[in-house]
């Protein structure tokens, strides 16, 4: 029998002309006090306070180790620089390496009769390249 079924036996006891599951409406909520009593006592069980007591204790175990407030500055720092990498820093360096390719085109005649054309490479493409694709997210010097 489960305790809902406890619960209406103890309040609606056989042949009292309730047969139903529910509560009658003009009876308020005094019946339900049993089932209220029988939901605590579960509640209340061995295991349920063990396992509040393991809840606050590792809540309190968390809570209470030391963690240098370097750390923490450390990391804010670094998520800062990652933020404005990626939405800042990344977009521009891409935009950078398209433009320089667009030039680096443009220029290809004049470097071929310099024989610059290695360094004009490096300059407006690779290096951009570089700093959009391979740098690490964060990290501004190449």
């Keep these: 029998?489960?305790?809902?079924?406890?619960?209406?036996?103890?309040?609606?006891?056989?042949?009292?002309?309730?047969?139903?599951?529910?509560?009658?409406?003009?009876?308020?909520?005094?019946?339900?006090?049993?089932?209220?009593?029988?939901?605590?006592?579960?509640?209340?069980s061995k295991l349920m306070k063990r396992k509040r007591i393991l809840l606050v204790s590792l809540l309190a175990l968390a809570l209470s180790m030391p963690l240098p407030a370097r750390a923490y500055a450390d990391d804010a720092e670094e998520a800062g620089a990652m933020i404005c990498d990626t939405l800042i820093a990344r977009p521009a360096c891409l935009a950078?390496?398209?433009?320089?390719?667009?030039?680096?085109?443009?220029?290809?005649p004049f470097a071929l009769i310099s024989k610059k054309v290695d360094r004009a490479a490096e300059v407006m493409v690779v290096y951009p390249a570089r700093a959009t694709f391979t740098r690490p997210l964060g990290d501004f010097d190449i």
């Design 1 to 44: 029998m489960t305790l809902a079924q406890e619960a209406m036996a103890e309040n609606y006891p056989a042949g009292s002309g309730h047969h139903s599951a529910t509560a009658p409406s003009d009876a308020g909520l005094g019946e339900w006090n049993g089932f209220i009593d029988s939901a605590r006592s579960v509640w209340s």
């Design 96 to 108: 950078a390496t398209v433009a320089g390719s667009v030039f680096f085109v443009i220029s290809l």
